[in-house]
């Protein structure tokens, strides 16, 4: 069975750092990502990552602050997020896909997700 596990969300100031883990198991994917949805929002993009970790992508709110990796040994994908911002609370969810291409930002793109975890950042 495919399951995405995230953890390493909580509370944090602005300014501060967390560190998110998304685990993935029962098989691997050429590409992992994240995506983050606020109430009252849709869900937006946040990065994207390929096997070889060469490829990256990231959405423009978060380009210079957030870093994705993984580690295929693990099967696991990382979302390090520095200088974080009140605008950056959400849910963040981690999917995966097989596929990376020009629609690697677009949700329906992904074939699998996690439950998400909870990222609150306080002014």
């Known amino acids: 069975q495919v399951q995405l596990v995230e953890s390493g969300g909580g509370l944090v100031q602005a300014g501060g750092s967390l560190r998110l883990s998304c685990a993935a198991s029962?098989?691997?994917?050429?590409?992992m990502g994240w995506f983050r949805q606020a109430p009252g929002k849709e869900r937006e993009f946040v990065a994207a990552?390929?096997?070889?970790?060469?490829?990256?992508y990231y959405g423009d709110s978060v380009k210079g602050r957030f870093t994705v990796s993984r580690n295929n040994v693990r099967n696991t994908a990382y979302l390090q997020m520095n200088s974080l911002e009140p605008e950056d609370t959400a849910v963040y969810y981690c999917?995966?896909?097989?596929?990376?291409?020009?629609?690697?930002?677009?949700?329906?793109?992904?074939?699998?997700w996690g439950q998400g975890t909870q990222v609150t950042v306080s002014s």
């Open positions: 999917g995966a896909t097989h596929s990376w291409g020009t629609e690697i930002d677009r949700g329906q793109e992904y074939d699998y």
């Open positions: 029962g098989r691997t994917f050429y590409t």
């Open positions: 990552i390929n096997w070889s970790t060469t490829g990256t």
